[in-house]
């Protein structure tokens, strides 16, 4: 493996661990919330954001490379309102499928193919992150942010019910 190769991974892994480390403090503000269900689909996402890093972990272990584990800067702890906490993840989703393309075009260039077929599963995933966060927030405007439709999509969420999110769809 090529040294910008091995490096771009290193730096997007930290990427990944920042939205683990982002989804946990959420689901603690959830519960405090009283948003059970909005908590438990935080703490789904944040062991996705785990199983991602782990992905780029073990690539680089394959592939006879050192994984560096980054330090992290503490997540937000409080969120005005759920609405808050939702642009929080779209804009958090977008900033790590960019950071994917990125990585990609490295790949690339180096002439990875390795790398290049296990960033190809990240696309597809990303793409439905972003589409799963957009989906969340249009239920949430229909909803409505307080009272009884709040209430509906927390029991909807807490059901598992995660709109625009097909755990099976990207072979996770
Ligand atoms: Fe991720
Ligand atoms: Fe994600």
Do not use: C
């Not at 490096?7 to 989804?23: F, G, R, S, T, V």
């Not at 592939?63 to 560096?68: A, F, K, T």
């Not at 808050?84 to 977008?94: C, G, M, N, R, T």
């Not at 790949?107 to 995933?125: G, P, T, V």
């Amino acid at each position: 493996m090529k040294p910008e190769v091995r490096d771009a991974i290193n730096a997007h892994l930290k990427l990944e661990l920042d939205a683990w480390y982002k989804y946990s403090a959420m689901a603690l503000w959830f519960e405090e919330a009283d948003l059970p269900g909005f908590a438990s689909f935080a703490k789904t996402q944040a062991a996705e954001e785990m199983q991602h890093a782990y992905r780029f972990i073990e690539h680089l272990q394959d592939r006879d490379q050192s994984p560096v584990l980054p330090a992290l800067a503490q997540p937000a702890a409080t969120y005005d309102s759920p609405r808050e906490a939702l642009d929080a993840v779209l804009k958090s989703e977008q900033t790590v499928s960019e950071s994917i393309r990125q990585l990609y075009a490295v790949a690339d260039k180096a002439n990875d193919q390795a790398a290049r077929i296990m960033l190809e599963w990240f696309i597809n995933e990303q793409v439905e992150e972003e589409n799963m966060a957009r989906s969340l927030l249009g239920r949430l405007r229909l909803a409505g942010e307080v009272g009884a439709g709040l209430m509906l999509l927390d029991q909807e969420l807490g059901a598992g019910n995660i709109p625009g999110h097909n755990p099976d769809a990207a072979g996770a």
